[in-house]
């Protein structure tokens, strides 16, 4: 036990002292957050409102269009589209439209401008215009038109519930279907890459037969599980700070993120209610189960996959190509894990999800997409039980195949072997 710590050691202390960990752990997410504050920021004070000059002849707006973040809507009656024109070339205004004879008439309304408009502003300006027809249209009406639309609209909200009480609402399934595609994604995403990582420091050592002389005074067990522990502690580690600058972060940038801001970005004090309701619903989600459980299949799925990598690693002797052709039968679980994902976070209790939740393959990144459905909504607890006891058992199981084969594979050069070869190694009698 002594020698799995002091190798675990020295792999948890040579990595995270590395340039590149600090780079990875600190820096990378806080560039990343910093685009997307700056792009959030250049939407909502870009400071920048096109003109659109309006001609309205024939009085279907009555001369007032409301505006927005984006546009500012001026009424110019009597000038000629050409007139217009010339003044879109000096600037003064951005583009114009020119109404129709009729508010009933069907036609687009076209807007004509002298440069290209955003996404984001071209769909305002359609929603201020289409705001005040739909406004001037019941203004038009009879009562008992009025009255007709109002039977028409008298449609209720259905509430969904589950039986424990849960509110089912497409809010909240669209908030755990992100939570769900996001923590599913990320453990498919660190399985891989520190899977590779173990593979290419078992490769490294063989390669320049520094595991010769280490193996001369431990087991080659012991030097895979300190390995495999150490590289793991370096992840955890990193995950942990991740939180920690997320929490940072979110708290230095909620002031900006919220109030006015937030409010003129989403267009208006129904979609601000709509915010509202999101922010409901994440208070409604436990987050703290989720992290526990992330925690847990992090470290399960990490085991298990490590222990497979381990075993490509030792038996290469020559190039990262040769474990290339190896990495087939391991990757491909993972994949199909993260298609089953796609499946799970819209049908958590669906015959295929279950299955890829208990098989340990695929377990750690499917059953993230059930649990952020909720528990026991979307997971059963003996469900869960069951397929962390699955998995703590492959992983036993794994590892003690993979000591046997990294007890062979370690010390064996020249020689590229094949699957069917592997597995000999792994249940040939000692």
Same mark, same amino acid.
């Given at each position: 036990?002594?020698?799995?710590?002091?190798?675990?050691?020295?792999? #948890?202390?040579?990595?995270?002292?590395?340039?590149?960990? &600090?780079? *990875?752990?600190?820096?990378?997410?806080?560039?990343?957050?910093?685009?997307?504050?700056?792009?959030?920021?250049?939407?909502?004070?870009?400071?920048?409102? !096109?003109?659109?000059?309006?001609?309205?002849?024939?009085?279907?707006?009555?001369?007032?269009?409301?505006?927005? %973040?984006?546009?500012?809507?001026?009424?110019?009656?009597?000038? !000629?589209?050409?007139?217009?024109? @010339?003044?879109?070339?000096?600037?003064?205004?951005?583009?114009?439209?020119?109404?129709?004879?009729?508010?009933?008439? %069907?036609?687009?309304?076209?807007?004509?401008?002298?440069?290209?408009?955003?996404?984001?502003?071209?769909?305002?300006?359609?929603?201020?215009?289409?705001?005040?027809?739909? @406004?001037?249209?019941?203004?038009?009406?009879? /009562?008992?038109?009025?009255?007709?639309?109002?039977?028409?609209?008298?449609?209720?909200?259905?509430?969904?519930?589950?039986?424990?009480?849960?509110?089912?609402?497409?809010?909240?399934?669209?908030?755990?279907?992100?939570?769900?595609?996001?923590?599913?994604?990320?453990?498919?995403?660190?399985?891989?890459?520190?899977?590779?990582?173990?593979?290419?420091?078992?490769?490294?050592?063989?390669?320049?037969?520094?595991?010769?002389?280490? $193996?001369?005074?431990?087991?080659?067990? @012991?030097?895979?599980?300190?390995?495999?522990?150490?590289?793991?502690?370096?992840?955890?580690?990193?995950? #942990?700070?991740?939180?920690?600058?997320?929490?940072?972060?979110?708290?230095?940038?909620?002031?900006?993120?919220?109030?006015?801001?937030?409010?003129?970005? !989403?267009?208006?004090?129904?979609?601000?209610?709509?915010?509202?309701? $999101?922010?409901?619903?994440?208070?409604?989600?436990?987050?703290?189960?989720?992290?526990?459980? #992330?925690?847990?299949?992090?470290?399960?799925?990490?085991?298990?996959?490590?222990?497979?990598?381990?075993?490509?690693?030792?038996?290469?002797?020559?190039?990262?190509?040769?474990?290339?052709?190896? *990495? &087939? /039968?391991? =990757?491909?679980?993972?994949?199909?894990? #993260?298609?089953?994902? =796609?499946?799970?976070?819209?049908?958590?209790?669906?015959?295929?999800?279950?299955?890829?939740?208990?098989? /340990?393959?695929?377990?750690?990144?499917?059953?993230?997409?059930?649990?952020? @459905?909720?528990?026991?909504?979307?997971?059963?607890?003996?469900?869960?039980?069951?397929?962390?006891?699955?998995?703590?058992?492959?992983?036993?199981?794994?590892?003690?195949?993979?000591? %046997?084969?990294?007890?062979?594979?370690?010390?064996?050069?020249?020689? %590229?072997?094949?699957?069917?070869?592997?597995?000999?190694?792994?249940?040939?009698?000692?």
């Amino acid at each position: 036990m002594d020698k799995i710590f002091l190798i675990f050691q020295r792999e #948890f202390l040579t990595r995270v002292r590395k340039k590149s960990f &600090l780079l *990875t752990t600190i820096l990378l997410p806080v560039l990343i957050f910093g685009i997307y504050l700056a792009i959030f920021y250049f939407m909502v004070y870009d400071g920048t409102q !096109t003109k659109i000059a309006v001609v309205d002849n024939a009085g279907i707006f009555s001369d007032t269009i409301p505006g927005n %973040k984006d546009a500012e809507f001026i009424f110019v009656n009597g000038l !000629t589209q050409q007139q217009l024109a @010339q003044q879109i070339q000096e600037k003064k205004y951005s583009g114009f439209l020119v109404t129709s004879d009729s508010i009933d008439d %069907k036609t687009p309304i076209q807007l004509t401008t002298g440069e290209s408009l955003g996404i984001m502003a071209k769909d305002n300006i359609q929603k201020s215009i289409n705001e005040r027809l739909r @406004q001037m249209r019941v203004n038009n009406m009879s /009562p008992q038109q009025r009255e007709a639309i109002e039977i028409e609209r008298a449609n209720r909200e259905v509430q969904f519930v589950n039986m424990q009480g849960d509110d089912e609402s497409n809010i909240k399934s669209g908030i755990s279907y992100i939570i769900g595609m996001i923590s599913g994604y990320l453990i498919f995403f660190i399985l891989l890459i520190y899977g590779a990582i173990v593979m290419r420091g078992v490769m490294e050592e063989k390669i320049n037969r520094i595991a010769e002389v280490i $193996v001369s005074s431990v087991k080659p067990f @012991q030097l895979m599980m300190g390995k495999i522990l150490g590289i793991g502690a370096v992840g955890l580690v990193q995950f #942990f700070i991740w939180i920690v600058l997320a929490l940072i972060l979110q708290a230095l940038a909620a002031p900006l993120m919220l109030g006015d801001s937030l409010a003129s970005i !989403t267009g208006g004090a129904g979609r601000m209610d709509n915010m509202q309701d $999101v922010f409901t619903q994440l208070n409604d989600i436990n987050f703290p189960l989720i992290i526990a459980l #992330f925690i847990i299949y992090f470290l399960g799925g990490y085991l298990l996959y490590a222990a497979l990598y381990a075993i490509i690693g030792c038996a290469v002797s020559e190039s990262e190509e040769d474990a290339q052709k190896l *990495t &087939l /039968p391991i =990757t491909l679980p993972l994949i199909i894990g #993260f298609v089953m994902l =796609t499946k799970a976070v819209n049908m958590p209790n669906g015959s295929l999800a279950v299955f890829g939740s208990m098989f /340990p393959l695929t377990s750690p990144i499917v059953m993230m997409g059930r649990v952020a @459905q909720g528990v026991p909504a979307g997971v059963t607890y003996w469900e869960l039980a069951l397929s962390i006891f699955i998995l703590i058992a492959s992983f036993i199981l794994a590892s003690m195949l993979a000591a %046997k084969i990294y007890r062979v594979g370690i010390l064996m050069y020249g020689k %590229k072997p094949t699957w069917k070869e592997i597995i000999r190694w792994g249940f040939r009698k000692s």
